[in-house]
């Protein structure tokens, strides 16, 4: 569960860069969607870089097997509560025909 309970402490965003305050850096005036690095670098610091210049960046390629072993982690569960659930069903199905065969009062 280390991946999924990480992973969900993660805050996904939607922002513009300030291309009009960073020209030099060509930025696009496209809505952009992602992480912001400050908050990634507490909970994953291995997929945050620093240029040196104050700003920073996430790496999302290797965020990638973080997530697959997330789902892997939350597939396992759904897996476990169905199994629970099947066995449930079971005994309610046991309950009511044991319940159906008494015999009715007058």
Do not use: C, M
């Not at 291309?19 to 969607?33: A, G, H, M, R, V």
Request: no cysteine.
């Amino acid at each position: 569960a280390f991946a999924t309970q990480n992973i969900n402490k993660l805050n996904p965003v939607s922002y513009q860069y300030r291309s009009d305050k960073f020209p030099q850096y060509d930025f696009s005036n496209d809505l952009q969607f992602g992480l912001i690095a400050q908050e990634v670098e507490k909970i994953f610091p291995e997929l945050v870089t620093d240029n040196g210049n104050e700003y920073k960046s996430v790496n999302y390629v290797e965020l990638i097997p973080i997530l697959i072993k997330s789902i892997q982690e939350r597939q396992e569960q759904i897996d476990q509560q169905n199994d629970i659930i099947k066995n449930l069903q079971k005994k309610i199905d046991k309950i009511n025909t044991t319940l159906l065969s008494l015999p009715k009062k007058s």
